[in-house]
């Protein structure tokens, strides 16, 4: 395995504890917990393995890791395991990509409240494109599709959004038939931001006088119900985003486009140039210019504030399934899709699945390629190198 020369670890390495200590005002226990985990993750800390190949015999030692979401080095096989039960879901049909953004006034909010602010998110992108694409005057279908939630940008600022990848097209009310969607139209982008918009700011208000928001510092004054009034009514003085690319070409390039885009956590390692003088490189896109490619930096601390503001949430789901791709459909409407436009269903579709996890093997040996498999386990404890009993001077 290629190994990038610098890595997110190595910049919590370089910064330690000093990091905390000054970062007392709003550091939490649960980002020291990861920033430990990065730190420790394929290390002796958390013990190793060794995996021998059942063709040659080839052995290797390789370091635990510590599985965190949040650790750019341990989302290699989630990613994979997750694309090889999304190629069985594909439909023979063209795709689309959505994107759904916050403006800029509500960052302070959502980072105030972040469970809250992207769950509203999720479901007012959601229940945006449900509607449009049932609406007989736009597709007049029961459409599916996937969001992925991202709170970066290029230059891990605060910027949530949701990636939604949609099929061209959907189910008729009645189940009958397929129906697509023009091929260089699927739905209204000012109908879809209008509607969002209307979603969002409707959710906020139900939180509000539900008590589910919380304001600290600058956003105190929102507490008062006229305060917060007046800054929804703001929101509304101009279009939010919705951004829809141009089609995919097919199901072969959908399942290359995901990959970079489903298990991504705020910066990969590949994108860190230098660490030097407390001071961190990164390569970041300039999509204002022709995405072209320029360095940013930043001194330790602040690339590590930057990076701690992407945490989610404890057990919060970042990708979900909406419309005939929601988990309680997916087992019969699936099938469906398929048969209706005209293909043979997959085996892997048609058949029930099953609850017992698949054999995936990720590492090959480099020797005769077979298959690597784990023949030994080391805890960190059983690793741990004790000292040389201390000599007594003096004694007889």
Same mark, same amino acid.
């Not at 730190?39 to 030692?61: K, N, V």
């Not at 896109?285 to 503001?309: C, I, Q, Y």
């Given at each position: 395995?290629? *190994?990038?020369?610098?890595?997110?670890?190595?910049?919590? /390495?370089?910064?330690?504890?000093? #990091? &905390?200590?000054?970062?007392? /005002?709003?550091?939490?226990?649960?980002?020291?917990?990861?920033?430990?985990?990065?730190?420790?993750?394929?290390?002796?800390?958390?013990?190793?393995?060794?995996?021998?190949?059942?063709?040659?015999?080839?052995?290797?030692?390789?370091?635990?890791?510590?599985?965190?979401?949040?650790?750019?080095?341990?989302?290699?096989?989630?990613?994979?395991?997750?694309?090889?039960?999304? @190629?069985?879901?594909?439909?023979?049909?063209?795709? &689309?990509?959505? %994107? #759904?953004?916050?403006?800029?006034?509500? !960052?302070?909010?959502?980072?105030?409240?972040? *469970?809250?602010?992207?769950?509203?998110?999720?479901?007012? +992108?959601?229940?945006?494109?449900?509607?449009? !694409?049932?609406? $007989?005057?736009?597709?007049?279908? @029961?459409?599916?599709?996937?969001?992925?939630?991202?709170?970066?940008?290029?230059?891990?600022?605060?910027?949530?959004?949701?990636?939604? %990848?949609?099929? !061209?097209?959907?189910?008729?009310?009645?189940?009958?038939?397929?129906?697509?969607?023009?091929?260089?139209?699927?739905?209204?982008?000012?109908?879809?931001?209008?509607?969002?918009?209307?979603k969002f700011v409707a959710g906020l208000k139900t939180a509000f006088h539900a008590g589910a928001l919380q304001?600290?510092?600058?956003?105190?004054?929102?507490?008062?119900?006229?305060?917060?009034?007046?800054?929804?009514?703001?929101?509304?003085?101009?279009?939010?985003?919705?951004?829809?690319?141009?089609?995919?070409?097919?199901?072969?390039?959908?399942?290359?486009?995901?990959?970079?885009?489903?298990?991504?956590?705020?910066?990969?390692?590949?994108?860190?140039?230098?660490?030097?003088?407390?001071? %961190?490189?990164?390569?970041?896109?300039? +999509?204002?210019?022709?995405?072209?490619? *320029?360095?940013?930096?930043?001194?330790?601390? @602040?690339?590590? *504030?930057?990076?701690? =503001?992407?945490?989610?949430?404890?057990?919060?789901?970042?990708?979900?399934?909406?419309?005939? =791709?929601?988990?309680?459909?997916?087992?019969?409407? =699936? $099938?469906?899709?398929?048969?209706?436009?005209?293909?043979?269903?997959? +085996?892997?579709? !048609?058949?029930?699945?099953?609850?017992? $996890?698949?054999?995936?093997?990720?590492?090959?040996?480099?020797?005769?390629?077979?298959?690597?498999?784990? &023949?030994?386990?080391? +805890?960190?404890?059983?690793?741990?190198?004790?000292?040389?009993?201390?000599?007594?001077?003096?004694?007889?």
């Open positions: 395995m290629n *190994r990038p020369p610098l890595e997110v670890a190595d910049i919590v /390495r370089c910064a330690g504890q000093s #990091f &905390v200590e000054c970062s007392q /005002r709003w550091i939490t226990w649960q980002h020291q917990k990861i920033l430990l985990a990065i730190a420790r993750c394929r290390t002796a800390a958390l013990g190793w393995h060794r995996d021998q190949c059942s063709g040659c015999g080839y052995s290797a030692i390789s370091y635990n890791s510590c599985r965190n979401r949040h650790c750019p080095r341990c989302q290699g096989n989630a990613r994979v395991r997750w694309l090889q039960a999304r @190629e069985r879901e594909l439909l023979p049909t063209r795709y &689309v990509h959505a %994107v #759904f953004t916050l403006p800029r006034e509500l !960052a302070p909010l959502a980072l105030q409240n972040k *469970r809250v602010i992207y769950n509203l998110l999720f479901h007012s +992108s959601s229940e945006t494109i449900l509607e449009i !694409a049932r609406d $007989p005057r736009h597709l007049g279908a @029961e459409i599916g599709f996937f969001s992925v939630l991202h709170t970066w940008d290029q230059r891990l600022q605060h910027h949530p959004h949701v990636h939604c %990848v949609l099929a !061209a097209g959907g189910l008729a009310p009645d189940h009958s038939r397929w129906i697509s969607s023009r091929r260089s139209f699927f739905l209204p982008i000012k109908v879809l931001s209008r509607i969002f918009r209307g304001f600290h510092g600058n956003l105190l004054p929102l507490r008062e119900s006229c305060a917060f009034a007046s800054w929804l009514r703001l929101l509304f003085r101009h279009d939010w985003i919705v951004y829809s690319k141009p089609p995919f070409a097919g199901p072969e390039h959908t399942l290359r486009y995901l990959g970079a885009y489903t298990h991504r956590v705020a910066i990969s390692n590949h994108r860190l140039v230098a660490l030097a003088d407390g001071n %961190v490189t990164f390569r970041w896109r300039d +999509s204002a210019h022709g995405n072209r490619k *320029r360095l940013m930096t930043l001194p330790v601390d @602040e690339f590590l *504030r930057r990076f701690l =503001l992407h945490l989610l949430p404890r057990g919060f789901v970042r990708i979900r399934n909406f419309g005939f =791709l929601a988990n309680r459909k997916r087992a019969n409407l =699936l $099938p469906l899709c398929a048969q209706l436009l005209a293909t043979q269903v997959r +085996s892997a579709i !048609a058949a029930p699945t099953s609850s017992e $996890p698949t054999d995936l093997t990720f590492w090959k040996c480099p020797h005769c390629g077979g298959e690597m498999k784990l &023949v030994e386990r080391f +805890s960190p404890a059983q690793i741990q190198l004790r000292a040389p009993p201390a000599l007594c001077i003096g004694a007889a």
